[in-house]
């Protein structure tokens, strides 16, 4: 049974920074795309960032480009996200997924900025 598991989400004033974790299990780590998303209150769940699954490769949202950082220790089975100079815009419960071959989600950590 494939597991997704974040944690770091926290409360943070704006301007601070966080750094969230997600550790997989049951599945084929290495071989997966992975990104995270995130979804607001009201708001659909949209995707923050992306890594392939050498991590090599990177992509951002606009909104978070220049502040969020995803890399990836496939040795360790884990995908994290840096995230500096949050703002209040940036709360919402973040969300690991694997996106290729096959997609897996996890549960969510929630991420609250202050301003």
């Known amino acids: 049974q494939v597991h997704l598991v974040e944690s770091g989400g926290d409360l943070v004033q704006s301007g601070g920074s966080l750094r969230l974790s997600c550790v997989a299990s049951g599945m084929e780590f290495s071989v997966h795309d992975m990104a995270w998303y995130r979804q607001a209150p009201g708001n659909q769940r949209e995707l923050v960032a992306s890594?392939?699954?050498?991590?090599?490769?990177?992509d951002y949202a606009t909104s978070v480009k220049g502040r969020f950082t995803i890399s990836r220790d496939n040795e360790k089975k884990t995908l994290y996200l840096q995230m500096n100079s949050l703002k209040p815009e940036d709360t919402a419960v973040y969300f690991c997924s694997a996106t290729y071959p096959y997609v897996y989600w996890g549960q969510g950590t929630q991420v609250t900025v202050a301003s």
């Open positions: 890594i392939d699954h050498g991590g090599m490769f990177m």
